[in-house]
């Protein structure tokens, strides 16, 4: 075998570690908006049309007063002229020239703003649908540590709240920040070019209105974070509860439940009624500046009119300027709510998707030869020999499970591992399995590096029946399946022949094409377990584990499993954690754990015969 892909030094183990410990990233709420922004950059493109669309659409509506305000100075002039008997009377068809024209600018505008619309809602989809791929993906790359420390409500709440806000504030507030931008250069600039001093009566109230702004953005930010955040708590608390609704009422915990289910509410309704109330007040605050803003300047351009400064045409088209231009405020104002709530559902998305990832796949990788053609230097035969090398490990680096474990395992051999709970047992197993990455010395497979193989090709290698049965809504003949997807249903009959499913299979209404329920209630535990042994062993693993495989069965049932089992495990390497210690007298070697280190090994009657640490376990179940 390759000597390159042996035990490696522990200097390069803790190398290893310090790599992964390196992706973690501050959260900030500034760049956490930078991060989106990068995000839309393969849509550049896209907005850069949607920019000039808007702008486009927004300029032939700003105009519109202007040239409005030209149909109602020709009317006004005629109407004097009438009245004077100056004039030729009213010039309808200069006005109907104008009217004509203005409805014509009004269609382009039209056209501009449902094309920027039909982009930009392009891009948001697209957008979304990118996020909930990338965090699909994520799912298969976190490290099993992130799952033990992390609610399922609160990682669906991200896939689904924090999504649906960006999509649903994405496609209006881009397109409407650019709008209300344009909108509010555009008018201004009309409106100096009409008169500059009742401009300046109108800017005036710029300064206040930004004030209330800064001043309602700054107290609701941080009420549109923890609104989200509470929302999450308040998703993951009822995930749970509705998941584990059984063992809730079996130890009558409806009580507690509603109790931290209002409290958790209470923190979201707190929150959510801030946060709404901030947001709902901007939109009062502002429009009663703009009406006093709008009061100084119909008094301004009245005392114009009656002086000749300025047309009749232009105080019309002007007073509208001063209407419009208070609406860009006001939707940047709101604009501004809705981007912090935005801003804070992105941060939630890209905080999961800036978790620390599981170590990368070696690259060149090994892989199993399943062909039995001769072995080359990458594609190598597994016998089933494991080794563990100096084996430090802990899921937190202030508490060390495993300090300096190491075995070294025959191919056949049944290894039974016990010892008191908190011992170490399950920990072998995940890392055996390479669930978690050891922090010092190495975990072999016939002398390879688990880590020189793609976790798809090593976790191939074994088949597990754990002490918690996992199966999934599906008829039994597909969670049998589930072991090996191109097995045969004659395969799949002969695995629940092996493992004593069959006899009770064929009790059930529609037999192996029986559909278990979402929680998979319909059958009983010790069903399940039969089902995920006969999986097992379908699979033809060359390593085989099994936690605790037959807690969950009756004596007799056991009896029948366990003739099952020591079929299934002849010729292949078996590691078998155990309480009850008479189900594993019949091990080859039984290590005995004790606070993460191998206090005894050998035989039952060696251990027995020591009358030491696996002794007293042994008798201590036949106590009373």
């Known amino acids: 075998m390759n000597n390159n892909h042996r035990t490696r030094p522990k200097a390069a183990m803790g190398g290893r570690m310090a790599g992964m410990m390196a992706g973690d990233k501050a959260k900030d709420f500034k760049g956490t908006l930078r991060q989106f922004l990068q995000y839309m950059g393969k849509y550049k493109i896209?907005?850069?049309?949607?920019?000039?669309?808007?702008?486009?659409?927004?300029?032939?509506?700003?105009?519109?007063?202007?040239?409005?305000?030209?149909?109602?100075?020709?009317?006004?002039?005629?109407?004097?002229?009438?009245?004077?008997?100056?004039?030729?009377?009213?010039?309808?068809?200069?006005?109907?020239?104008?009217?004509?024209?203005?409805?014509?600018?009004?269609?382009?505008?039209?056209?501009?703003?449902f094309m920027q619309g039909l982009i930009m809602t392009h891009v948001s989809v697209r957008l979304t649908y990118q996020l909930r791929k990338d965090i699909s993906e994520k799912f298969n790359r976190l490290p099993l540590k992130y799952y033990d420390k992390t609610t399922n409500g609160e990682i669906l709440s991200r896939v689904t709240n924090d999504i649906d806000?960006?999509?649903?504030?994405?496609?209006?507030?881009?397109?409407?920040?650019?709008?209300?931008?344009?909108?509010?250069?555009?008018i201004l600039v009309m409106m100096?070019?009409?008169?500059w001093q009742m401009t300046l009566i109108a800017l005036g109230i710029l300064p206040v209105s930004m004030l209330l702004v800064v001043m309602v953005v700054r107290r609701s930010q941080k009420q549109f974070t923890a609104q989200q955040k509470y929302l999450g708590n308040v998703n993951g608390h009822i995930e749970e509860m509705y998941g584990g609704h059984q063992v809730m009422k079996a130890f009558?915990?409806?009580?507690?439940?509603?109790?931290?289910?209002?409290?958790?509410?209470?923190?979201?309704?707190?929150?959510?009624?801030?946060?709404?109330?901030l947001s709902g007040v901007m939109m009062p605050l502002m429009t009663f500046v703009t009406n006093l803003g709008y009061v100084a300047v119909c008094v301004l351009g009245g005392y114009f009119a009656a002086n000749g400064v300025i047309t009749v045409g232009d105080i019309q088209a002007f007073i509208q300027y001063v209407r419009q231009f208070t609406q860009p405020i006001t939707q940047v104002a709101n604009i501004t709510n809705i981007l912090q709530q935005t801003a804070a559902a992105a941060e939630r998305v890209f905080e999961f998707l800036n978790e620390e990832e599981e170590v990368p796949e070696a690259e060149p990788a090994l892989t199993v030869n399943t062909t039995g053609e001769p072995d080359t230097e990458m594609n190598v035969s597994i016998s089933g020999s494991v080794q563990f090398a100096h084996v430090r490990f802990g899921y937190s680096d202030d508490k060390i499970v495993i300090h300096d474990f190491s075995v070294n395992v025959a191919p056949g051999s049944k290894i039974a591992i016990v010892g008191p709970t908190g011992a170490g047992k399950t920990t072998l197993i995940k890392l055996l399995m390479r669930f978690y990455d050891v922090q010092d010395g190495a975990v072999l497979v016939d002398g390879y590096d688990i880590r020189d193989f793609r976790r798809k090709d090593l976790r191939s290698l074994f088949g597990m029946v754990l002490q918690?049965?996992?199966?999934?809504?599906?008829?039994?003949?597909?969670?049998?399946?589930?072991g090996r997807p191109d097995a045969t249903d004659e395969e799949i009959l002969r695995a629940a022949e092996a493992a004593q499913v069959d006899s009770f299979v064929r009790t059930l209404p529609d037999g192996y094409d029986m559909i278990l329920n979402e929680e998979t209630g319909n059958i009983s535990q010790g069903q399940k377990q039969l089902i995920t042994i006969a999986r097992a062993i379908l699979a033809d693993p060359k390593v085989l584990i099994l936690d605790e495989a037959t807690s969950s069965v009756d004596t007799r049932t056991e009896v029948l499993i366990q003739k099952a089992m020591?079929?299934?495990?002849?010729?292949?390497?078996?590691?078998?954690?155990?309480?009850r210690l008479s189900t594993i007298v019949n091990a080859d070697r039984i290590l005995v754990l004790n606070e993460g280190d191998i206090v005894e090994q050998g035989s039952h009657k060696e251990l027995m015969a020591k009358n030491g640490f696996y002794a007293n376990l042994y008798n201590s179940q036949f106590e009373v």
């Open 46 to 113: 896209s907005v850069v049309i949607v920019l000039i669309f808007a702008v486009c659409s927004t300029v032939f509506m700003i105009v519109g007063p202007k040239i409005l305000g030209n149909a109602t100075t020709i009317l006004a002039e005629g109407i004097v002229g009438v009245y004077t008997g100056t004039g030729d009377g009213i010039d309808f068809g200069a006005i109907a020239e104008i009217l004509l024209f203005l409805l014509g600018l009004y269609i382009v505008s039209a056209f501009f703003s």
């Open 252 to 277: 009558c915990g409806e009580e507690k439940s509603v109790r931290q289910f209002e409290e958790l509410n209470d923190k979201l309704y707190a929150s959510a009624w801030k946060s709404q109330f």
């Open 468 to 482: 918690d049965t996992w199966l999934y809504s599906g008829s039994i003949r597909d969670n049998i399946r589930y």
């Open 192 to 195: 100096i070019s009409i008169s």
């Open 566 to 579: 020591d079929h299934l495990m002849e010729g292949r390497t078996s590691f078998v954690i155990a309480h």
């Open 165 to 186: 806000t960006l999509s649903q504030s994405l496609n209006q507030s881009i397109t409407q920040i650019i709008t209300s931008v344009t909108q509010l250069i555009g």
